[in-house]
């Protein structure tokens, strides 16, 4: 009986536990799903995958948001036109928080923060300076920034202007004048729906709020939503790392003196693999930042004076003009007018770097230079001056091992007398004989 009682509480006690984890997975199922991504960092291509993938399992999950803490400095016009393509073609509501404090959505930051479908920002952060540039970096001319500007009003025009006369004014001054807000002046103009201090008062003051998607209006529920972080892939994360100007020039550096040091001593694989592959990468970066090529003129004479000196008894002089081609030629790829802050290359790193290859280059190639110009020693003739030890003498004659090989030699005529045992130095060959005298 005892036994029976025993097994029947266990019964009771096993459904008890499933009940209650039933009742829990069910509880967790009922509560709305809000997928969070952080986007900080330029907007490039790598961003936009990001965003794409970020709203692609929004909606395979049947999110009832999607919040993109957004923190940049601007970017690609190009890129944040599909961005805004995509998240106005989201099925899952769109938010866009600029976040954290001190954050800012700059210049292709902006537009993308009036697209989403509710907008929010931090306390101290800021939203803005909005000026389009040309695709090389440069200052646009009066006609085509016109244009360029137009253009991107025209493209944020539709989701500023329901927000009224105030709100469209800040934005087409952002980008005509390059102006700026601060979180409470944009809320102010209407421009921003919240100004919240983090995620969770964010879904407090999103819930009940109404949104317009493109099949209609929806009322967003979040008040007691969970949130499900999706973070940057590895690759996602390495291919935006790859747009950051500085890592571009270093790579830039390192592999194009690779290849040549592979180019002035074949024979190896090392270099020119190392070379070629950092050569590739930078390239990938470059085709994405906003760059001069004109620089890269004086970036391949930099690298044709380093070897020319090697060449030309100029003690150096070609070597320091290799170097300043280097750096004027890296700012001028990296640092020309009008180019934005976050895409110009370290000044100090690249003078660094140039001091440095120079050096390394010209060391290298002056040490290939004194191997070529040393006089080579074959045969017997390179044993003078070599040392070794006596192994039998008898008066003026013996035989000594020099370089693990035992020869027959003699006695110079200014040399001490010579015992066994003793340590001896060649001063010459003479036919198969060493001339030898005691060390």
């Known amino acids: 009986m005892k036994s029976i009682r ?12 499933l009940s209650v984890v039933f009742q829990t997975v069910r509880a967790q199922s009922d509560e709305p ?10 907007i490039m291509p790598p961003m936009l995958e990001y965003f794409k993938r970020g709203i692609e399992a929004a909606e395979r999950e049947n999110a009832e948001a ?15 036109l599909s961005i805004i393509k995509e998240i106005r073609a989201s099925e899952v509501p769109v938010v866009v928080y600029v ?15 009036f697209a989403a479908h509710a907008s929010a920002m931090a306390p101290e952060t800021f939203i803005g300076a909005s000026t389009p540039i ?36 800040l934005a087409e001054s952002m980008v005509d004048e390059a102006a700026a807000a601060t979180a409470e002046e944009a809320l102010e103009a209407r421009l921003i729906d919240f100004v919240v201090d983090n995620v969770d008062d964010l879904l407090e003051a999103l819930d009940g709020f109404t949104v317009q998607l493109s099949n209609g209006p929806r009322t967003l529920h979040t008040d007691s939503a969970r949130t499900e972080p999706l973070a940057m892939t590895f690759i996602e994360q390495l291919l935006l790392f790859l747009t950051n100007p500085n890592i571009v020039f270093t790579l830039l550096s390192v592999g194009v003196t690779a290849i040549l040091i592979e180019i002035s001593s074949p024979g190896g694989w090392v270099a020119g693999f190392i070379g070629v592959v950092c050569v590739t990468v930078a390239l990938y970066g470059i085709g994405l930042l906003s760059v001069n ?55 100090p790193l690249v003078i660094g770097v140039g001091i440095s290859l120079g050096l390394l280059f010209f060391g290298i190639l002056m040490f290939a ?31 000594v091992l020099v370089d693990s090989e035992l020869w027959s030699a003699e006695k110079s005529d200014d040399s001490d007398s010579i015992r066994k045992g003793d340590k001896i130095e060649v001063v010459k060959v003479d036919g198969l004989k060493l001339i030898v005298k005691k060390k």
Do not use: C
């Open 6 to 17: 025993r097994t029947f509480i266990l019964i009771l006690a096993l459904f008890s536990t």
């Open 33 to 42: 799903l809000v997928i969070v991504l952080t986007a900080d960092g330029p």
């Open 66 to 80: 999607l919040i993109i803490q957004l923190n940049t400095p601007g970017g690609s016009l190009e890129t944040m």
């Open 99 to 113: 976040s954290p404090r001190n954050a800012f959505a700059g210049s292709a930051g902006a537009p993308i923060t």
């Open 134 to 169: 040309d695709q090389s970096g440069e200052n646009l001319t009066t006609d085509a920034r016109e244009k360029a500007a137009n253009a991107t009003k025209a493209a944020i025009r539709p989701y500023v202007e329901p927000r009224g006369e105030k709100a469209l004014a």
């Open 293 to 347: 090529w004109f620089g890269v003129l004086f970036l391949v004479t930099s690298f044709v004076l380093f070897i020319l000196d090697i060449k030309a008894p100029t003690h150096g002089a070609l070597t320091a003009a290799g170097v300043a081609s280097f750096i004027v030629g890296a700012l001028v790829l990296f640092n020309s007018p009008g180019v934005p802050e976050f895409q110009r290359v370290s000044v």
């Open 369 to 399: 230079l004194r191997a070529q110009h040393t006089p080579i020693k074959m045969g017997a003739e390179s044993y003078a001056g070599m040392t070794g030890s006596v192994k039998s003498w008898h008066e003026a004659s013996g035989q």
